[in-house]
């Protein structure tokens, strides 16, 4: 989902108030495509969301840079010899 794959990318860096701005997002709104409709700005983000943590995802959305951020599943477990 956007929002797990922008954690992955960004949880790092973020100040601990980003990270509690963060977890409310994503764990307040009773949608989860809320989150999305509000980071594509399909639909305009509530006050109480429109913070520098939800700019952020929405510039993620963007995906400027074209990124590849859908892939097959690994499969290596295949080819594991077995125990």
Do not use: C, G, H
């Not at 954690?7 to 764990?27: C, F, G, P, T, V």
């Amino acid at each position: 989902s956007l929002p797990s794959l922008f954690a992955k990318e960004n949880l790092a860096r973020m100040s601990e108030e980003q990270l509690n701005r963060y977890d409310r997002l994503i764990n307040e709104p009773s949608n989860d495509w809320d989150i999305y409709y509000w980071a594509t700005e399909a639909k305009p983000t509530p006050v109480e969301f429109d913070t520098d943590v939800m700019a952020m995802l929405r510039e993620f959305a963007k995906n400027r840079n074209r990124e590849q951020r859908l892939r097959q599943l690994d499969l290596e477990y295949l080819f594991e010899p077995p125990r």
